[in-house]
């Protein structure tokens, strides 16, 4: 049972970077995408949704082909800062990251659509900067649309199994998360290790749903 | 002397339904002007136009001899920094803050929101001034529409502006209200001596304010000057 809690730390290791990771990129995209128009912005959106719907293996794969020794972009960053991105930790941190982009953006997307402009351009009048008026305006009044994606992408990522599989495979202790080392743990007839894995990561994934519920915009934000 | 007023705004919209075309030219000395027309006239536009929130395809707006924007000389200066007092049709008040730390918005530096318990100056002249200094825990959902009103004044005259912009200030209130606000704000504007444009759709609201009334209908000047006698009924 000692080696459980392994998986379990390294889980919470690579979904915790995917979701920082997420929450920057995933702010980022979703602000451009609500509140620029530029051609092509739907099927942007479209394209950045894939992997909501695309077979994790299938992720996984064109990860592979990307940064692979021998991808693109594998192949760039080991000729020009040594680094090898398969079967590390870090291979299975992109992996997540992609998996759980979509459910970031997506609702950081719909909660800067549901800020009224008017107020932006009420703070612009006062004499804000359009920085200002994104940290002091725009971000407070979409925070908590934004968190409840975050913690469904930190639940997301901590689930997550194809995409990490094909990417970082399945190390002991490296890169072996906690859904992998379910699927080993059964494989292996370890019935009893298999068990304590399941509850872990159950218990994990309800705590975090319950969170994102309270968090979900029903009242308006910052209101006592 | 240079002018109060110079604006020609132009602006072509065009939406799936319809195609509006904005063609509004004004020069004025009044120290009260009325933009005075039915709504989807274009008032609110010409008004964003001058405040900079909306760019204009040509023309000019010149404030007391300055330039804020003239597109064929390619100025531009942004809305933040041309010291407009703006109060919106519904008064666009910052619901994530409280009424204290709206009216400090505009003094607050930087990009962080003003604490709730701020303090400053100026902010509590004008908490006191629009009677607002036993709400400023209060929250935008939390006032009546004639608070948020004089809550929106507050936050536009707290950051010293050089004139005011109203867009229908009126237009939420009931009607009791309503002419005690138009009398406070008479007030108001007579002792800060501050230029001010207000849009209105309402007569009564024309003849308290207009000392020059420009109406305006589908996105042009339509007639001008003081309000005739014929129109003069209520």
């Given at each position: 049972?000692?080696?459980?809690?392994?998986p379990?730390?390294?889980?919470?290791?690579?979904?915790?970077?995917?979701?920082?990771?997420?929450?920057?990129?995933?702010?980022?995209?979703?602000?451009?995408?609500a509140?620029r128009?530029f051609?092509g912005?739907?099927?942007?959106?479209?394209?950045?949704?894939?992997?909501?719907?695309?077979?994790?293996?299938?992720?996984g794969y064109?990860l592979?082909?990307?940064?692979?020794?021998?991808?693109?972009?594998?192949?760039w960053l080991?000729?020009?800062?040594?680094?090898?991105?398969?079967?590390?930790?870090?291979?299975?941190?992109?992996?997540?990251t992609?998996v759980a982009?979509?459910?970031v953006?997506?609702?950081?997307?719909a909660?800067?659509?549901?800020?009224?402009?008017?107020l932006e351009?009420?703070a612009?009048?006062?004499?804000l900067?359009?920085?200002?008026?994104?940290?002091?305006?725009?971000?407070p009044?979409?925070?908590?649309?934004i968190?409840?994606?975050?913690?469904?992408?930190?639940a997301?990522?901590?689930?997550?199994?194809?995409?990490t599989?094909?990417v970082?495979?399945?190390?002991?202790?490296k890169?072996?998360?906690?859904?992998?080392a379910?699927?080993?743990?059964?494989?292996?007839?370890?019935?009893d290790?298999?068990?304590?894995l399941v509850?872990?990561?159950s218990?994990?994934?309800?705590?975090?749903?319950?969170?994102?519920g309270?968090?979900?915009p029903?009242?308006?934000?910052?209101?006592? | 002397?240079?002018?109060?007023?110079?604006v020609?705004?132009?602006?072509r919209?065009?939406?799936?339904?319809?195609?509006?075309?904005?063609c509004?030219?004004?020069?004025s000395?009044?120290r009260?002007l009325?933009l005075?027309?039915?709504?989807?006239?274009?008032k609110s536009?010409?008004?964003?136009?001058?405040?900079?929130?909306?760019?204009?395809?040509?023309?000019?707006?010149?404030l007391?001899g300055?330039?804020?924007?003239?597109?064929?000389?390619?100025?531009?200066?942004?809305?933040?920094?041309?010291r407009l007092?703006?109060?919106?049709?519904?008064?666009a008040?910052?619901?994530?803050?409280?009424?204290?730390?709206?009216?400090a918005?505009?003094?607050?530096?930087?990009?962080?929101?003003?604490?709730?318990?701020?303090?400053?100056?100026?902010?509590?002249r004008?908490?006191?001034?629009?009677?607002?200094?036993?709400?400023?825990?209060?929250?935008?959902?939390?006032?009546?529409?004639?608070?948020?009103?004089r809550?929106?004044?507050a936050?536009?005259l707290?950051?010293?502006?050089?004139?005011?912009?109203?867009d229908?200030?009126?237009?939420?209130?009931?009607?009791?209200?309503?002419?005690?606000?138009?009398?406070?704000?008479?007030?108001?504007?007579?002792?800060?001596?501050l230029?001010?444009v207000l849009?209105?759709?309402?007569?009564r609201d024309?003849?308290?304010?207009?000392d020059?009334v420009?109406?305006?209908?589908?996105?042009?000047?339509?007639?001008?000057?003081?309000?005739?006698?014929?129109?003069?009924?209520?």
């Amino acid at each position: 049972m000692e080696g459980a809690w392994i998986p379990l730390a390294l889980t919470l290791k690579v979904a915790g970077w995917a979701t920082l990771l997420n929450l920057v990129l995933g702010v980022g995209v979703g602000f451009v995408l609500a509140r620029r128009r530029f051609p092509g912005r739907e099927l942007l959106d479209a394209l950045l949704t894939l992997p909501m719907v695309m077979p994790p293996t299938v992720l996984g794969y064109y990860l592979l082909v990307l940064i692979g020794r021998r991808g693109p972009l594998g192949a760039w960053l080991h000729a020009h800062f040594g680094v090898q991105l398969i079967f590390t930790w870090q291979g299975a941190v992109i992996a997540a990251t992609i998996v759980a982009f979509p459910l970031v953006f997506k609702s950081a997307r719909a909660a800067f659509e549901a800020v009224d402009p008017q107020l932006e351009q009420a703070a612009r009048v006062l004499g804000l900067g359009e920085a200002a008026v994104f940290f002091r305006v725009t971000l407070p009044l979409a925070w908590r649309g934004i968190l409840a994606g975050t913690l469904l992408a930190f639940a997301r990522a901590t689930g997550e199994f194809g995409a990490t599989l094909m990417v970082a495979g399945s190390i002991p202790g490296k890169t072996q998360t906690l859904s992998v080392a379910v699927y080993e743990a059964v494989q292996a007839g370890q019935d009893d290790v298999a068990n304590f894995l399941v509850a872990v990561t159950s218990v994990t994934c309800v705590a975090v749903l319950l969170a994102a519920g309270r968090l979900v915009p029903g009242r308006v934000a910052g209101a006592p | 002397m240079a002018l109060t007023w110079d604006v020609d705004a132009r602006r072509r919209l065009e939406h799936a339904q319809r195609r509006f075309e904005l063609c509004v030219r004004f020069a004025s000395d009044a120290r009260r002007l009325v933009l005075f027309g039915p709504s989807g006239a274009g008032k609110s536009q010409t008004l964003k136009i001058v405040a900079g929130l909306t760019r204009a395809d040509a023309g000019h707006v010149r404030l007391g001899g300055e330039t804020l924007a003239d597109v064929a000389a390619g100025i531009d200066v942004p809305a933040r920094e041309r010291r407009l007092g703006y109060v919106f049709q519904d008064y666009a008040l910052f619901p994530h803050l409280n009424v204290l730390q709206n009216v400090a918005f505009g003094l607050q530096r930087g990009w962080r929101n003003a604490p709730r318990e701020v303090r400053h100056d100026e902010v509590q002249r004008w908490m006191h001034a629009l009677e607002l200094a036993p709400l400023s825990r209060h929250y935008p959902e939390q006032l009546s529409g004639g608070q948020r009103q004089r809550t929106a004044l507050a936050r536009a005259l707290v950051a010293r502006p050089r004139a005011l912009l109203l867009d229908e200030p009126f237009a939420a209130l009931d009607p009791e209200l309503r002419a005690r606000l138009r009398d406070e704000l008479a007030d108001l504007q007579a002792e800060l001596d501050l230029p001010l444009v207000l849009i209105t759709h309402d007569e009564r609201d024309a003849r308290r304010f207009g000392d020059e009334v420009i109406e305006i209908d589908a996105g042009r000047v339509t007639g001008g000057g003081a309000l005739r006698e014929d129109r003069d009924r209520s």
